[in-house]
């Protein structure tokens, strides 16, 4: 769990939530898309096996896996952007093969902090000793 929060973003969840903020423009650019969130969620679903049955084998073959997953180049400029900073975070996103333990995701870390967030914006921002300051 520290590891969610030390890394919010070395997450498989917002890792894919990247690629809703995309906007395709072509139907090609939309096929790209569609076809590499079916390749992340696959992807993450073996992450998921793994973690029940952790290998050295297994892990060898996920980490070719990602490398081939993310060094694609689609000729969409912003997802390939988006595949560069994936594999930039290679070491964050498979830190589960060192330690299967840890989450995929940080929706624990997320649901801990919700009721501060919902405090924080009913009373319109945080509080410190020189007073008010917003954050919306």
């Given amino acids: 769990m520290l590891l969610s929060r030390a890394c919010p973003d070395a ?16 139907p090609r650019q939309v096929k790209h898309v569609e076809s590499l969130r079916e390749l992340i969620w696959l992807f993450y679903k073996l992450l998921k096996d793994y973690q029940r049955h ?10 070719v896996r ?20 994936l594999k930039r975070r290679k070491a964050e996103l498979l ?21 501060f967030v919902i405090k924080r914006k009913i009373s319109g921002g945080t509080v410190s000793r020189n007073g008010i300051t917003t954050d919306k």
């Fill in 54 to 63: 952790p290998s050295s084998r297994a892990a060898r073959a996920l980490q």
């Fill in 66 to 85: 990602f490398d081939r997953i993310f060094s694609m180049r689609t000729g969409y400029g912003d997802l390939d952007k988006l595949l560069a900073r």
């Fill in 11 to 26: 997450s498989w969840v917002h890792s894919e939530r990247l690629l809703h903020k995309l906007m395709p423009a072509t």
């Fill in 95 to 115: 830190m589960v093969l060192e330690r299967p333990e840890i989450p995929l995701h940080t929706n624990a870390s997320e649901r801990d902090l919700r009721g």
